[in-house]
């Protein structure tokens, strides 16, 4: 394949230092071709070169400095590329940690798979990639909703770096005599046919399930206070934080964020007293917008999570003397919960109530929002509780017991036909 050899993997990336600031050395341009193709397409890179400059943030020009010959240019233009990727994603205001760190790891990843650069890369690269990632060999294989997203990253990527406007295809075209092409197309993506993909293994929770769950919870209290070991208090801050995630039907780090002041009061429910809601500051955010906002009513089904809250909030969570931190669920070096943790309060409820491995904290939500619809609530309720902007996705998470369907059949063919049924 031509153009400048890939990278070794493993092997360290020089920085972009210029040759001309050591020793004064210019830059010869003169081995570029003067007619290549870009995208089958016969370019001229010496008039692409010379078009006006784009000032679109993350373009060629701004991250890389002209006239400067690189020790290593292949990788000084990866890192150049990278870069500008990221300044593009972040004047979309996409989130540094969760968004644009994650894709840019991911086009590394096919580097280093595929030991070439993104110029060089061909739509065969990517499928081997993404076949090597779902093979049956690997302990992990990934799943199709996995698959897409990476094929979804990898073609932003590439869409960013052949789109003319930023002038990257121009670029390579004058150093390496290759510009970048599109790996995924409508033939080698994907087919996104079902409107949901998640794992079937994960569902609600019967009643039985959460109770043995909340039990084996509480047990790793008893048991730790009955042999005298430290872990007591921990323990009573997990049963705290499983039974807030499913009385409110919570998503993992919606519970690990919330304060003492998102404890809400409810004017028409004086008796839950400050637990009449939660006030929800981090639910799940569409790309480029902030974290969306709810309140989260406490219902008369679940309004046993009062005593809960109220004996966690004025007795047991003092004890971490957390100080002047707002969390409501705070660890033992007083400070707030990591999503680790979470994870974790509910891994060892679980497998020390015998229940599944498959089913993980996310049950607790699918299971909120299941007992919800099968105590009558209305469609729109659970879905303003749940934070959904769409019914159809609250029935993605809704899976009601066979004895609830038989109370609706049986519940409409009585005001159908009252005179089949037998008065008590």
Not at 154 to 171: I, Q
Not at 245 to 270: C, F, H, I, Q, T
Not at 419 to 424: A, G, M, V, Y
Request: hydrophobic share 35%; charged share 25%.
């Amino acid at each position: 394949m031509g153009g400048c050899p890939g990278p070794t993997p493993g092997q360290p990336r020089l920085r972009t230092l210029g040759l001309e600031s050591l020793f004064g050395v210019k830059p010869n341009r003169s081995l570029a071709p003067s007619r290549l193709r870009l995208n089958n397409v016969a370019v001229n890179a010496t008039e692409a070169r010379g078009a006006k400059p784009s000032h679109l943030a993350g373009s060629a020009h701004l991250e890389l400095v002209d006239g400067v010959t690189h020790l290593d240019p292949a990788s000084a233009v990866l890192d150049a590329m990278l870069l500008g990727w990221a300044r593009q994603q972040r004047t979309r205001f996409l989130n540094e940690e969760a968004t644009i760190k994650p894709r840019l790891a991911m086009v590394r990843r096919l580097v280093d798979f595929t030991n070439l650069y993104p110029w060089q890369w061909q739509p065969a690269d990517a499928e081997a990639f993404i076949s090597h990632l779902r093979s049956p060999n690997r302990s992990r294989p990934i799943v199709m909703s996995t698959g897409r997203s990476y094929e979804t990253t990898l073609t932003l990527f590439m869409n960013f770096v052949t789109d003319r406007r930023y002038g990257w295809a121009a670029e390579c075209l004058e150093r390496f005599g290759q510009a970048p092409q599109q790996i995924f197309h409508e033939d080698n993506r994907v087919a996104h046919v079902a409107d949901y993909e998640g794992q079937p293994d994960r569902r609600p929770l019967t009643y039985d399930e959460i109770q043995a769950l909340f039990d084996a919870a509480d047990g790793r209290v008893e048991e730790a206070q009955g042999r005298g070991r430290k872990g007591a208090l921990t323990a009573m801050r997990d049963s705290a934080l499983l039974k807030t995630v499913y009385a409110y039907g919570l998503r993992r780090n919606e519970s690990r964020m919330l304060d003492l002041p998102d404890l809400r009061r409810a004017p028409k429910r004086p008796q839950y007293g400050r637990y009449g809601g939660l006030y929800v500051r981090y639910g799940k955010a569409s790309k480029g917008s902030p974290p969306k906002r709810r309140t989260v009513l406490t219902v008369k089904e679940f309004d046993w999570i009062t005593d809960v809250l109220d004996h966690w909030v004025t007795e047991v969570r003092p004890v971490f003397s957390p100080g002047k931190l707002a969390a409501l669920f705070v660890t033992e070096r007083s400070g707030r919960m990591s999503l680790r943790g979470v994870n974790k309060a509910f891994t060892t409820a679980r497998d020390a109530a015998g229940l599944p491995p498959e089913l993980d904290l996310h049950c607790l939500r699918h299971s909120n929002i299941t007992h919800l619809v099968e105590f009558d609530y209305p469609e729109k309720f659970v879905s303003m509780q749940a934070g959904h902007d769409y019914a159809s996705t609250t029935a993605i998470y809704t899976g009601v017991s066979d004895e609830y369907r038989n109370r609706v059949i049986q519940r409409a063919l009585k005001d159908r036909h009252p005179n089949l049924w037998e008065t008590e």
